[in-house]
């Protein structure tokens, strides 16, 4: 059963970095979808960035050129750096594993879905 751990959220001012991880294991396909989704509160749930087994990688218009995804095979952990933060990006993030077509085409398959447990991370101004 694939399981998601993610580390790395805190508290950091507005033009700052983080870097989240995700430990993730039990994945036996060799093609996949894995990423990062966010949630305020009171907002909805919204897709951050994804990478395929390929390395090809998507991101939100809302952090493009300030966020970069990456994958270390060898430690099976995925990486979200987050750079020049922003207030607005104050939430939890949830490390996420999926088929490769939602990196493809962004449809979910619920019986394969799995999420970490979040990581919070708050950027005052």
């Known amino acids: 059963d694939v399981q998601l751990v993610e580390s790395g959220g805190g508290s950091v001012q507005a033009g700052g970095s983080l870097r989240l991880s995700c430990s993730v294991s039990g994945v036996t396909r060799s093609s996949y979808c894995v990423g990062w989704f966010r949630q305020a509160p009171g907002k909805e749930r919204e897709d951050v960035g994804f990478i395929d087994s390929a390395g090809s990688t998507s991101y939100a218009d809302s952090v493009k050129g300030r966020f970069t995804i990456s994958q270390d095979n060898a430690k099976n952990t995925l990486y979200l750096q987050m750079n020049s933060l922003k207030p607005d990006d104050t939430a939890m993030y949830y490390c996420?594993?999926?088929?490769?077509?939602?990196?493809?085409?962004?449809?979910?398959?619920?019986?394969?879905?799995?999420y970490g447990q979040g990581t919070q991370v708050t950027v005052s101004s």
């Open positions: 996420a594993y999926d088929l490769p077509r939602y990196c493809a085409l962004k449809v979910v398959t619920t019986r394969t879905r799995k």
